[in-house]
Each structure stands twice: as structure tokens, then as C-alpha cells.
């Protein structure tokens, strides 16, 4: 129903951020780092998610794409609810959520308030499948010019971080052009990853 809201910054609140768009204040719950990014009285832009349900009418806004993504990505593990995925990612960036599934990293999520051990390795779990589903499916060429042979460990690097970013949402395409020109060989899967996001959220 909405896409996203760009408006004038009415009000910021804790985990509420208000758009003034035409004269109508739209009330959007978010995180944390989309708040850091909002100053009220100026303009803002916010990728939006209408949570429709039985009494339900809730209205989700993210400052980036990535984040948006990843709040829709965490909604759908089970036992994950909206407040669970804003929690999460306002302790967590899209790319710091990526890595610690990837390295099955349980801390970064419980640093979050109400998330337990138990939750964190589900939510691990079950993107770490969604992962490798991508991964085998996204048809991703990483080979190089002419056909030219890439070691093992670059291509298994590269596909790990094209893995990461298809879960938050990119497409096989937008992955593999935003991994153009970045030092795969020598960066850590991390920065691949921030560097990637960063890159494809211009």
C-alpha cells in the first residue's frame, strides 16, 4: 500500500518517528539507526511495511532498503514479531545481521532486549537455510575473463557474501554488480558485505 513516506520530520520518539507528508502525520515504529539518521524539522525519507492484521494496523519505516529488508527477513522466522525484528535491528545493521549469521554469532542478536538464546539460534537457523537456498540458486557468475580459473577461496568469499545479500532482499544481478571492484581476495567477508550494501543503497 505505501512504498515509502517523504516528508518533513514532525516528531522522533523512542522507536516512533512522525512524517509530516501534505499535512498528514504519518506515524512510523523503527529503529534505532533509522532515528539516528532523522532530524526532526527536516526532510525524511522512510522505506515503508503496513503490518495488517486482526485489530492490527501498523505502520514500519526504515531510513534504507537493506534495513527494510531485514526487518521483513527477520518477521518471517517463526516466533520473530515486529518488536523482536526492530529490537534486533537497532543493536544490528542489515550488514552486522548478515555476518552473524553467516558465522553463527548468537551474542549480537541477544544484545538485544527480549532476545533469548533460543530465538537467536532460530532466527540463525532458519536464515542460514535461506542462505544456502540462495546460494545454489542465484545463478551468480563469478568466473573470471576469458574463463580465467579464480581460486577457491575467493569464489566460496564471493558467494558467501552474494548469499548474505540475496537474503536481505537483492537480486542476483544488483549483487553481482555491487560486488564489482570490490577486493574480495583481500577484505574480510565482513567489509565485502558493508561495502556491498553501501554501494547498492546510493
Do not use: H, W
Not at 104 to 118: C, N, Q, R
Not at 166 to 193: C, F, H, R
Amino acid at each position: 500500500m505505501f512504498y515509502y513516506l517523504d516528508g518533513t520530520v514532525a516528531e522522533i520518539l523512542p522507536y516512533l518517528a512522525v512524517v509530516d507528508c501534505g499535512g498528514v502525520g504519518y506515524a512510523c515504529k523503527t529503529t534505532n539507526t533509522t532515528l539516528a539518521a532523522l532530524k526532526k524539522g527536516q526532510r525524511g525519507k522512510l522505506y515503508t511495511y503496513l503490518n495488517v492484521g486482526e485489530g492490527v494496523f501498523e505502520l514500519y519505516g526504515f531510513a534504507t532498503q537493506a534495513e527494510l529488508n531485514s526487518f521483513k527477513l527477520l518477521i518471517g522466522v517463526s516466533g520473530v514479531g515486529p518488536k523482536a525484528a526492530l529490537a534486533i535491528l537497532s543493536v544490528a545493521t542489515p550488514d552486522t545481521l548478515a555476518m552473524a549469521v553467516i558465522t553463527g554469532d548468537e551474542k549480537t542478536l541477544t544484545a538485544a532486549p527480549g532476545i533469548g538464546k533460543k530465538i537467536a539460534q532460530r532466527i540463525i537457523l532458519e536464515l542460514k537455510d535461506k542462505m544456502a537456498k540462495e546460494s545454489a540458486t542465484g545463478g551468480l557468475d563469478f568466473s573470471g575473463p576469458k574463463g580465467a580459473a579464480i581460486p577457491a577461496a575467493l569464489t566460496n568469499k564471493a558467494t558467501e557474501a552474494a548469499a548474505a545479500l540475496a537474503v536481505l532482499g537483492y537480486t542476483s544481478q544488483e549483487t553481482a554488480a555491487a560486488l564489482k571492484g570490490i577486493d574480495v581476495e583481500n577484505l574480510p567477508l565482513e567489509e565485502i558485505i558493508r561495502q556491498s550494501l553501501k554501494k547498492m543503497v546510493k
